[in-house]
């Protein structure tokens, strides 16, 4: 309790107890609001004397938790000056008599129209008995109390202050409550426009410094279930991804931080320097609920989409009641707009985003790379000394596919997110990864030279060297990687990408090799081979294709330790491969213009005559009967999709005389397999005799699981298992398992690209039915077939 001292000219006023009622107000309002931390009270008068006695009385006096500040004018021409420069008064004391009678009623006047301020309480003292105001004046100027100087004891005069002023915080607070509600209501305008995430949480920063009256230091985080946003910009292009880190850990990401926090946005929670900060906000996501502090508060907004976002702000006082209600209030227009801002995000990053990774997709690739080949350029000065020049990586995985087919599609998801993370990791700062489809990745990277170029393979390939666990069992894929370096000035990103590309199907061509750099001999290659394909339309009747045979050899029952001469297997029949010989003489592969054929529809044609010749071949060699030989025949979808096919086939069964049952049809498996016409096709070949067979079997879409409903009766085993069979574990397995599941289903296994006596003794023990590949023959003309195996 504060020592009480009696007012000067009548010390004899004193009431204690009165004193002490008042001062245990049973609510004390902590929080009541103003900008200065002392209730302000100017005294207006010509006396010195009561100027003297009021501060006296009142200095030392604590009401609400506050003490008082006095200013002093001494005539109404001088409160004039005080108040126009100065209307932060909680309590104005006035004379109603000094300059003339009603100088003080004229400043009442001044004070409350001219100078517009209601809230401030105004008490009106006058020496003289009979100069009080009319009742209809102390109501229309708002006037708190009326006292003759002899009435005002100090106990009076603190009483009448007090409820002075608890008026005086009640107007405030309404007034608080009307502008924060207005603002509240303008700001839910302000942030519904923003539709970005970053910049939406910016704007709850600044309308809550707004609704605050200051310039607040604060930051907005929020604990996301959807991982995938926008990360940045870039000359006007949206970044989208997922932010560094962010699946490791359930650590907030800060969208917005201002003040001291400045520069927080972008990172996560754990981030932020103070640890008592950090805790602060986790308990409070953890609890659920808002937390206000004398020097911090941390609204908690639950989003409707599930999202928890938490708001942290430093302040120097408590905030009052009203104000604390008013950011409740807000909370609901940031839980709105955040889903609102989140959901254009969102929709705004499908179409640069992956959305299984989280990764930049194929578009958002192509814009970094256009924006790499750019940006050197401005740099060009310390660029050109380094030789830095931005380069292309296309990364595919090797037998993803397979992983699909045996493991199924949730183990692939879960493989590419993994490898997604790895890389992700591993590159960051300089780099650029993307997922461009399926199975690839691209990786741009903006330092190289020769030896960055090196080191940067070496770190793609060292995130493939140890296996990826996936639901409890490690999965070991590999990489192939096909990449250029763009050349000094380029900028074309269409190009570079292309090249990289380019480079890497050089690889998949070949089937050997893990990683090729783009030449530009490849682009000739391939321009080559473009306009090879616009001869393909006379090649047919200038006879410009032939057949070549390749045999196919019984391994089951056979033990080549024990095979006299070292000898081979025994020959069960043929594959018939398409050649195309230029009346150059140059021989063009099937891979070369197989697919051109197929798109321009000139498969149909060439491989009725391939089918032709074939069987024509398979009576010539099985002399009509006595032999037993197979002939297998590749066919594309292309051709079974077309209306006439079925008749097709039975025209050159007819036509060449051969039985059906020595004739096999290779189908590459395709999603065309689930297509129930397809798979009518597929039966009514068999019903002519005609056996089927699956193709590259492992690389494709069908699943194992699904191949019992396939009228099937061979499958192919894909040559880049076979060739692996040796080094790469997860081949073995894999083929293990493909003629584990073929046998299971009654169906002949075999190999393709047998090329070592080590492959075929694996495969003899895995139980691998037929083989064909180098090891016993290359495909042939059919009078080199004739030498070798019917010459007798
Ligand atoms: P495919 O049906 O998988 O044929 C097997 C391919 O593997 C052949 O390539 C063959 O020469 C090659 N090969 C066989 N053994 C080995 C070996 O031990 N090592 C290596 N490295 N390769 C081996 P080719 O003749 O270049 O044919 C490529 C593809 O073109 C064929 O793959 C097939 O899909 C397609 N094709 C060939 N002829 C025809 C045809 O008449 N019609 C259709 N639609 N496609 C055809
Ligand atoms: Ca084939
Ligand atoms: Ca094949």
Not at 341 to 361: R, V, W
Request: aromatic letters at 8%; proline letters at 3%.
């Amino acid at each position: 309790m504060s020592k009480i001292y009696s007012f000067a000219d009548d010390p004899g006023a004193l009431e204690l107890d009165d004193v002490i009622e008042v001062l245990d107000d049973p609510e004390p309002d902590k929080h009541i609001e103003s900008k200065s931390a002392t209730w302000r009270v100017l005294i207006i008068d010509d006396d010195p004397k009561v100027h003297r006695g009021t501060v006296f009385a009142l200095y030392d006096l604590t009401v609400f938790g506050r003490k008082f500040s006095f200013v002093h004018a001494y005539s109404a021409t001088e409160a004039r000056e005080v108040l126009t420069a100065d209307k932060d008064f909680a309590v104005i004391l006035l004379d109603v008599v000094m300059e003339t009678d009603s100088a003080g009623l004229d400043l009442v006047q001044f004070i409350r129209f001219d100078m517009g301020m209601a809230a401030s309480r105004i008490i009106l003292r006058t020496g003289q008995p009979g100069y009080a105001p009319e009742m209809r004046v102390i109501q229309a100027y708002d006037i708190d109390d009326y006292r003759s100087k002899a009435e005002l004891t100090q106990v009076r005069l603190f009483t009448t202050m007090v409820s002075a002023l608890r008026s005086y915080h009640r107007i405030q607070t309404i007034e608080l409550s009307r502008h924060g509600l207005q603002r509240i209501i303008d700001a839910a305008a302000d942030l519904g426009r923003r539709r970005q995430l970053c910049s939406f949480s910016e704007g709850v920063l600044s309308q809550i410094s707004g609704l605050l009256g200051l310039s607040c230091e604060g930051i907005v985080l929020a604990r996301r279930h959807d991982i995938c946003f926008r990360i940045g910009e870039f000359n006007n292009l949206s970044v989208y991804g997922t932010p560094d880190k962010m699946e490791d850990s359930a650590s907030p990401y800060i969208f917005a931080s201002t003040g001291r926090f400045a520069g927080l946005a972008g990172s996560l929670l754990t981030q932020v320097g103070d640890l008592s900060i950090i805790r602060g906000i986790e308990e409070v996501l953890e609890a659920k609920q808002s937390r206000f502090n004398s020097h911090y508060f941390v609204l908690y907004i639950a989003a409707p989409s599930g999202d928890d976002i938490a708001v942290h702000v430093s302040i120097d006082a408590p905030l009052s009641d009203v104000v604390c209600e008013l950011l409740q209030v807000f909370t609901g227009n940031i839980a709105v707009g955040f889903d609102n801002a989140s959901m254009f995000e969102h929709i705004e990053s499908l179409a640069f985003l992956d959305s299984l990774t989280g990764l930049p997709n194929r578009y958002s690739f192509h814009q970094a790379v256009m924006l790499g080949l750019i940006m050197p350029t401005e740099l060009t000065a310390c660029a050109a000394n380094l030789q830095l020049r931005p380069a292309v990586f296309i990364i595919s995985v090797v037998h993803y596919e397979s992983v699909i087919t045996v493991l199924g599609n949730e183990v692939g998801d879960r493989l590419q997110k993994l490898i997604a993370h790895r890389l992700k990791q591993y590159f960051s700062d300089g780099y650029f990864l993307a997922r461009l489809s399926d199975d690839t990745f691209g990786l741009l990277s903006m330092k190289i030279d020769d030896i960055e170029g090196r080191a940067t393979l070496d770190g793609i390939r060292s995130n493939f060297a140890s296996s990826f666990t996936i639901f409890g069992s490690d999965i070991a894929v590999s990489a192939r990687i096909g990449y250029a370096i763009s050349d000094p000035g380029d900028q074309d990103a269409d190009r570079l990408i292309r090249q990289a590309g380019m480079a890497l199907a050089q690889i998949k061509n070949n089937g050997r090799g893990y990683e090729r750099r783009f030449i530009a001999a490849m682009e000739n290659e391939v321009r080559d081979r473009l306009r090879l394909v616009g001869y393909l339309g006379e090649a047919l009747h200038s006879k410009e294709f032939i057949v070549y045979y390749q045999p196919l050899l019984q391994l089951s029952g056979w033990n080549r330790a024990q095979a006299p001469g070292g000898g081979s297997p025994r020959l069960t029949g043929f594959e018939a491969l398409l050649r195309w010989r230029r009346a150059d003489g140059t021989l063009i592969p099937p891979d070369v213009f197989i697919p051109a054929a197929e798109e321009s529809g000139r498969i149909v044609d060439i491989g009725e005559w391939v089918l032709t010749e074939a069987c024509l071949k398979q009576r010539d060699w099985s002399k009509g009967g006595l032999l037993s030989i197979r002939m297998a025949v590749n066919v594309s979808v292309r051709q079974m999709r077309e209306p006439g096919f079925l008749a097709m086939v039975e025209r050159v069964i007819a036509k060449t005389g051969i039985d059906p049952k020595f004739l096999d049809l290779e189908l590459t498996e395709t999603m065309d397999m689930e297509d129930s016409t397809f798979v009518d096709t597929m039966h009514a070949l068999r019903k002519f005799g005609i056996a089927i067979a699956i193709d590259d079997f492992g690389t494709g879409y069908s699943s194992l699981s699904r191949l019992h409903q396939l009228p099937v009766d061979h499958i192919k085993i894909d040559r880049s298992f076979v060739t692996t069979l040796g080094s790469r574990s997860e081949s073995r397995s894999l083929v293990a398992m493909i003629i584990k599941a073929g046998h299971e289903r009654g169906l002949d296994v075999i190999a393709e690209g047998v090329e070592t006596i080590e492959q075929e003794q694996e495969l003899i023990r895995l139980g691998c039915d037929e083989a064909q590949g180098y090891l016993y023959g290359h495909p042939d003309s059919e009078t080199l077939i004739e030498k070798k195996f019917f010459s007798s």
